[in-house]
C-alpha cells in the first residue's frame, strides 16, 4: 500500500516538472529583452496630433536618449521642438512588459506638459528599429500619434 502512494507522489512530480518545462519554453520568448546597462537613441516626430488644423501646420520633433536600467525598464532624457518655438527637456521612463511593446511617461520641462503613452519598436535590424507610438498630453488633453527611428547602442 505504501509503495502504491509513493509511487503516485513520483508521478504527479514528474507531471509537474514537465507541466513546468512546457509553460517555461512556451512563455521565454516573452520574456527576451534589451540587455540591461544598454542605450538607445531614440528620433522621431509627429504625425497626427489633435491640435493640428493643417498639414505642416504644427511640426512637434524630439530626440531621446533611453539607458537600461533593467531588461524592462529605461530612464530617459531628451528635448522637443516645436515649429511655434517652443523647446522642452524631456525627463521620463519606459516599461517594457513585452520585447516591442512598451508603456512611458515623460515630463515635458518648458512646455510645462506630462504625457503618458505607448507604443511598439519593430526592428529592422539587430540595431535599427522603427517605432510607432501614441501619447496623451494632460495638461492640454491632446493626443498624439508619432513615428520614429531608434538606434541601439551595447
Same mark, same amino acid.
Not at 491640435?51 to 529605461?74: H, M, S
Not at 518655438?85 to 506630462?114: D, K, T
Given at each position: 500500500?505504501?509503495?502504491?502512494?509513493?509511487?503516485?507522489?513520483?508521478?504527479?512530480?514528474?507531471?509537474?516538472?514537465?507541466?513546468?518545462?512546457?509553460?517555461?519554453?512556451?512563455?521565454?520568448?516573452?520574456?527576451?529583452?534589451?540587455?540591461?546597462?544598454?542605450?538607445?537613441?531614440?528620433?522621431?516626430?509627429?504625425?497626427?496630433?489633435?491640435?493640428?488644423?493643417?498639414? $505642416?501646420?504644427? #511640426?512637434?520633433? @524630439? &530626440?531621446?536618449?533611453? /539607458?537600461? *536600467?533593467?531588461?524592462? =525598464?529605461?530612464?530617459?532624457?531628451?528635448?522637443?521642438?516645436?515649429?511655434?518655438?517652443?523647446?522642452?527637456?524631456?525627463?521620463?521612463?519606459?516599461?517594457?512588459?513585452?520585447?516591442?511593446?512598451?508603456?512611458?511617461?515623460?515630463?515635458?520641462?518648458? $512646455?510645462?506638459? #506630462?504625457?503618458? @503613452? &505607448?507604443?511598439?519598436? /519593430?526592428? *529592422?535590424?539587430?540595431? =535599427?528599429?522603427?517605432?510607432?507610438?501614441?501619447?496623451?498630453?494632460?495638461?492640454?488633453?491632446?493626443?498624439?500619434?508619432?513615428?520614429?527611428?531608434?538606434?541601439?547602442?551595447?
Amino acid at each position: 500500500m505504501n509503495w502504491k502512494i509513493s509511487k503516485r507522489r513520483k508521478r504527479i512530480k514528474v507531471m509537474k516538472n514537465k507541466l513546468f518545462l512546457i509553460v517555461f519554453i512556451l512563455t521565454a520568448q516573452w520574456c527576451v529583452a534589451q540587455s540591461s546597462k544598454s542605450f538607445v537613441i531614440s528620433v522621431g516626430g509627429d504625425v497626427i496630433k489633435t491640435d493640428i488644423q493643417n498639414f $505642416a501646420d504644427k #511640426v512637434q520633433t @524630439g &530626440a531621446e536618449l533611453n /539607458y537600461y *536600467l533593467l531588461r524592462n =525598464f529605461t530612464v530617459t532624457a531628451g528635448f522637443e521642438f516645436w515649429s511655434s518655438g517652443r523647446e522642452s527637456a524631456v525627463l521620463g521612463m519606459r516599461y517594457y512588459p513585452h520585447r516591442n511593446i512598451f508603456a512611458r511617461f515623460r515630463g515635458l520641462i518648458g $512646455a510645462n506638459q #506630462v504625457a503618458l @503613452g &505607448a507604443g511598439y519598436s /519593430y526592428p *529592422l535590424n539587430e540595431r =535599427f528599429k522603427l517605432d510607432g507610438l501614441g501619447d496623451f498630453y494632460f495638461d492640454s488633453a491632446e493626443f498624439a500619434f508619432r513615428v520614429g527611428f531608434s538606434y541601439v547602442i551595447r
